[in-house]
């Protein structure tokens, strides 16, 4: 279970990723989530991995998902 601090990172960073997405693409924003959270409870909790990580998923996000 990740801290109220960490939550808020990656509350933070999900936004930062996703600012150019149109909020209606919540599946592509769920893949971001994803991939940000999944980093995080492997232990990546620095801004700027977790920023890595959400960019590298938005790159690779299924173009179903567009």
């Known amino acids: 279970m990740l801290d ?3 939550t808020a990172l ?3 960073v999900l936004e930062e990723v996703c600012e150019g997405l ?3 693409e919540t599946g592509t924003r769920a893949h971001v989530a994803s ?3 999944d980093a995080a409870n492997r232990g ?3 801004a700027d991995r977790l ?3 959400g960019m590298e998923a938005l790159r690779s996000a299924p173009t179903m998902w567009r």
Do not use: D, G, S
């Open 4 to 6: 109220a601090t960490t």
């Open 10 to 12: 990656l509350h933070a």
């Open 44 to 46: 990546e909790v620095t």
């Open 51 to 53: 920023r890595q990580v």
């Open 35 to 37: 991939k940000i959270l």
């Open 22 to 24: 149109p909020r209606n």
